[in-house]
């Protein structure tokens, strides 16, 4: 490596800033999300996922599909029992939308967070935008915030009828897809998917957890908090709800690599926890994964099949913003040296 590139890395680290996770950092864990939601297939889906003994994810919206979350409490009731089971709520804004203006974006996150709150209980603390948008201006408002924005590394592609032409193709596709990306047996998976097809909740969520084999290789499917190592931290209140699953393992797990094994030392059990202070050190982990400062703007390019595991955190970075530093310093000593 010649000096220039040094200094290229060093100075693509210290500028980097607030950024999405695209992955989970916890090995072994299996993170479903669905969007869009709540919808009038979502109560089917968190029946069947509570009856499973399987947690997920739900970036939800207020107003968006018809008719309105806001305006229908068999939706509503959906959400307060997938929170209460311990499944995460997350936001995925007000009405599909992110307004320019930053005060008007800030409304419909608090808009947002004040229905959650009206319906579970908590207001959340994860965020997905919508179509996976949200330029530097919007990363660099949800870090201020507060929020940790999340991406996906896996994505099903279940709402594109239009490119498989039919609903039994689109099902094919999707697993086609899924089988290719288990085949890989990746550290972990961080599923994109919507609460609002009716044959994601009858057929692609099923597959996942019954048929793909999956959970006897030992994959844990979890909220996409604890996938990340923040279990405690997917509310604003700390609280964990649903019953004890701290020593959840899978079905057939056989004890050889410990898939409860928590690398950030977040070994608190406590599912009545209180704010839990690791929560914000999760990422450090995947620290070797390479900041990708060029496409923050472009997430969209993420989502096809080609997409690796990019995780990145806003955390991660500002701490290797410091070394970042030295590499700087290690740079221009060599140059000098030349
Ligand atoms: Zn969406």
Known sequence: MNCFSLIYIALAIAFAKAEFIYSCTEKKTIALTFDDGPFQYTKQLVDYLVEKDVMATF?????????????????????????????????????????????????????????????????????????????????????????????????????????????????????????????????????????????????????????????????????????????????TSGKTYGVDKTDRTSPTDNGNGNSNGNSNGNTNGNTNGNTNGNSTNNNQNNSSSTPNTTNNGNSTIVTDENTQSLTSGASSLKAFGLISYLFLGLATYLLVSN
């Open 59 to 235: 970036f939800t919206v207020a107003k968006f599909h018809y008719p309105h979350a806001i305006d229908t409490q068999e939706y509503q009731d959906a959400m307060k029992k997938a929170h209460d089971n311990g499944l995460q709520i997350a936001s995925h804004t007000y009405g599909h939308k992110i307004p320019d203006d930053q005060s008007d974006f800030k409304q419909v996150l608090t808009d947002m967070d004040d229905f959650i709150e009206k319906v579970t209980g908590d207001r959340p603390r994860y965020f997905r935008a919508p179509k996976g948008n949200c330029y530097e201006d919007c990363q660099s408002n949800l870090d201020k915030w507060g929020y940790k924005l999340i991406q996906w590394d896996t994505d099903t592609n279940d709402w594109d009828l239009e490119t498989s032409g039919s609903e039994e193709q689109r099902i094919e596709d999707s697993i086609n897809y899924l089988k290719k990306r288990f085949s890989e047996e990746n550290d972990s998976y961080l599923i994109l998917m919507h609460d609002t097809e009716n044959y994601t909740v009858s057929d692609i969520a099923p597959w996942i957890i019954e048929k793909s084999g999956m959970r006897e290789k030992g994959y844990r499917f979890v909220t996409v908090a604890e996938c990340l190592g923040d279990r405690d931290g997917m509310y």
